[in-house]
């Protein structure tokens, strides 16, 4: 289980990294963010969680905030359209990821520790992306340090909260209470990088975030402890 989190971990990132170098900040993001719904369908799904109070209502209720978001993410991709480009399967492959990810975490909520977990999925992280490495540029990589120490602690902060989090919670609960980073997203890309989002970006957010918090809304009413 400790494997399968740091691939998940290690493959979402590697994946977002990819998505970025050509697309819009907020475009990347958005994408990304649609894993919050597929952690509501795995938990369902897998950890037999349930998705609303009324357990003996139809599957395409329960599923109705998932297919929402996931018509969010199509928004925002346009697949087929004029819009559309072959990155962004990039962050899409990285929410799955992410999302099986926080799986594993769930599962190992009960056992190990979050210095443990942590402790692990660094260190399978390593492993796995030490050989890709070696052929780093050297003076780029001195350059460049300190951008990468302050993305390093950004990182190690927020799996520590969120390793907390899911200790406590159940992830259908948890899951779609984290789309602040798209509002910081599109912000920054603005600010920093020019990147003003499309009126159908910001269409494809909306509907994504308004299906996580109709998801949020069904798993307290499901779970009012949580």
């Known amino acids: 289980m400790q494997l399968g989190r740091a691939c998940g971990l290690v493959g979402s990132a590697v994946l977002f ?18 894993s919050p719904l597929y952690v509501t369908l795995l938990s369902w799904l897998l950890l037999r969680e349930p998705l609303a109070l009324w357990r003996s209502a139809p599957v395409l209720w329960r599923s109705a905030p998932v297919l929402l978001g996931f018509a969010g993410v199509l928004v925002v991709a346009r697949p087929g359209g ?11 492959l990285s929410s799955m990821a992410w999302a099986g990810a926080v799986i594993c975490t769930r599962l190992l909520s ?11 999925s660094a260190a399978l992280g390593v492993l796995a992306l030490s050989l890709p490495a070696m052929d780093m ?14 993305m390093a602690g950004s990182w190690c902060m927020a799996q ?5 989090a899911y200790r406590l919670a159940p992830p259908s609960a ?10 910081w997203a599109a912000l920054l890309g603005w600010l920093v990088f020019g990147q003003v989002p499309s009126a159908q970006t910001l269409l494809g957010i909306a509907v994504i975030v308004l299906s996580g918090l109709w998801a949020t809304w069904m798993a307290r009413r499901a779970n009012p402890r949580s």
């Open 17 to 34: 990294l990819q998505g970025i170098k050509t697309l819009p900040i907020a475009d990347a993001t958005a994408l990304v963010f649609a």
């Open 82 to 92: 004029a819009g559309f480009d072959a990155a962004m399967l990039f962050p899409m």
């Open 110 to 120: 009960g056992t190990d520790t979050a210095s443990t977990t942590m402790l692990y």
């Open 137 to 150: 540029d050297l003076r780029a990589l001195a350059r460049q340090w300190p951008w990468l120490l302050a």
């Open 160 to 164: 520590w909260l969120l390793i907390g």
């Open 174 to 183: 948890i899951a779609p209470l984290s789309y602040s980073p798209l509002l």
